[in-house]
């Protein structure tokens, strides 16, 4: 009952990228923010106006570490509660998830790996706290399964 009481108000939020006008003066900072938190902030990453467009339009990222920045390249607040933790350092989810840094490239179809095949792969290495997955304990890197095959078969324990 509730959904469906609820259905005409929901169409009238408006989705992420319909609010990108509203928030134009902070794209900068936030981008920074993200670039900062995931290491790949450059310490001459802070943009002007004029090459902004210039950097979407390339769709690219800056790679490099933060902490060679000025840490007041960034907004660091709340870091602690929204940041990345200390239980994986971000090159191993880099690693894990097909992301090359060197190279600025993804693996492609993560689509067919996400789900029962990963929760295969990765549910064995809960933590024994259950709080996340021993990223230590895992090897594996995801590779696009149209050009590599389900590489990820190798590694799921078959009990």
């Not at 509203?22 to 310490?43: C, D, E, F, Q, V």
């Not at 990222?61 to 607040?77: K, R, T, V, Y």
């Not at 790996?113 to 929760?119: E, K, Q, T």
Request: aromatic share 12%.
């Amino acid at each position: 009952f509730q959904y469906k009481s609820r259905q005409v108000e929901r169409r009238k939020v408006s989705a992420f990228g319909e609010n990108s006008d509203l928030y134009s003066s902070i794209a900068n900072a936030s981008k920074a923010r993200l670039l900062g938190m995931t290491k790949l902030l450059l310490p001459t990453y802070i943009q002007s106006e004029s090459n902004a467009q210039e950097q979407k339009e390339s769709n690219t990222f800056h790679d490099g570490d933060s902490n060679n920045a000025s840490s007041n390249q960034w907004n660091h607040i709340e870091e602690k509660n929204y940041g990345l933790g200390k239980v994986r350092t971000v090159n191993k989810f880099f690693e894990t998830f097909g992301i090359d840094i060197a190279t600025k490239k993804v693996q492609q179809h993560m689509c067919t790996f996400v789900g029962a095949p990963m929760n295969k792969l990765f549910i064995p290495h809960l933590r024994r706290n259950k709080m996340g997955i021993d990223y230590n304990k895992i090897s594996f890197q995801f590779q696009d399964p149209l050009v590599h095959g389900n590489t990820w078969e190798q590694y799921i324990v078959h009990e």
